[in-house]
T-cell receptor, first 111, second 113 residues
Framework: KAGVTQTPRYLIKTRGQQVTLSCSPISGHRSVSWYQQTPGQGLQFLFEYFSETQRNKGNFPGRFSGRQFSNSRSEMNVSTLELGDSALYLC??????????FGPGTRLLVL | GENVEQHPSTLSVQEGDSAVIKCTYSDSASNYFPWYKQELGKRPQLIIDIRSNVGEKKDQRIAVTLNKTAKHFSLHITETQPEDSAVYFCAAMTKEYGNKLVFGAGTILRVKS
């Protein structure tokens, strides 16, 4: 099976702009989770979607949002970008309620 | 909420030696504990995981132990090789509502040849 894919792989934006990142899970996986990875804060949970419903949300401001489509593909959106949003954004998909497989990530740089 | 602490933050070992990384968690309801290896510029890769109904699990040179009473779990790598050099993350899953992995801060493992 093909692994988790994420697009784009790299993004450069300026403060105040918004960005949309995409994640395609492994075929058959219905759960998609998003994480933010930074050198200072490590890996932090953003949210999880299952069957188009958000099941869990981390401690991030409302500027961070997401959605999941009927084919399990997921997008996350960050509005009004801040310098501190520069990070590697990882999505992970799972078939069971446990084992998660990560995509390669989208590296976002906010200038 | 869940909190996971990981030690040490960096670990240097000689090739062939063993490496041990330890994690503690706070939420006694957590019941799934994976370990990920992340090489520079790459995605985290699941290397081993353990569930709370198991005390130990082994896969070739890698083993994980879990002590539910003390709320800690450890990763053991034997006969380390230079390709084991990477950042290792432990995590705990709290299943209050869906899947949510809480990660430790990571351990940079350097294997010197």
């Amino acid at each position: 099976k093909a692994g988790v894919t994420q697009t784009p792989r790299y993004l450069i934006k300026t403060r105040g702009q918004q960005v949309t990142l995409s994640c395609s899970p492994i075929s058959g996986h219905r759960s998609v989770s998003w994480y933010q990875q930074t050198p200072g804060q490590g890996l932090q949970f953003l949210f999880e979607y299952f069957s188009e419903t958000q099941r869990n949300k981390g401690n991030f401001p409302g500027r961070f949002s997401g959605r999941q489509f009927s084919n399990s593909r997921s997008e996350m959106n960050v509005s009004t970008l801040e310098l501190g949003d520069s990070a590697l954004y990882l999505c992970a998909s799972s078939f069971t309620e446990e084992t998660q497989y990560f995509g390669p990530g989208t590296r976002l740089l906010v200038l | 909420g869940e909190n996971v602490e990981q030690h040490p933050s960096t670990l240097s070992v000689q090739e062939g030696d063993s490496a041990v990384i330890k994690c503690t968690y706070s939420d006694s309801a957590s019941n799934y504990f994976p370990w990920y290896k992340q090489e520079l510029g790459k995605r985290p890769q699941l290397i081993i995981d353990i569930r709370s109904n198991v005390g130990e699990k082994k896969d070739q040179r890698i083993a994980v132990t879990l002590n539910k009473t003390a709320k800690h779990f450890s990763l053991h790598i034997t006969e380390t090789q230079p390709e084991d050099s990477a950042v290792y993350f432990c995590a705990a899953m709290t299943k209050e509502y869906g899947n949510k992995l809480v990660f430790g801060a990571g351990t940079i493992l350097r294997v010197k040849s």
